[in-house]
């Protein structure tokens, strides 16, 4: 089992900056990617979160009945 946690770093205007994902295998030992992975990795959630919304509206538009 694969267990992550984001690493966070404060910033100065109250918001947190992302500086890195810190992945722990089951012996315990720690990875801590860089920051560009962790960019990657959330830009490809927001990706694929965007992907099924689009998939969602274009599912209901189809279902409509037509309308003249």
Known sequence: M???????????????IISGIKFRDYN??????????????I??????RLKLHLLINKQVRNS????N
Do not use: H, M, Q
């Open 28 to 41: 315990n030992s720690i990875i801590i990617s860089s920051s560009l992975v962790a960019k990657l990795l």
């Open 2 to 16: 694969l267990y992550f946690s984001i690493l966070k770093k404060a910033s100065f205007d109250n918001t947190s």
């Open 43 to 48: 830009n490809v959630g927001w990706i694929l």
């Open 64 to 67: 409509r009945p037509e309308t």
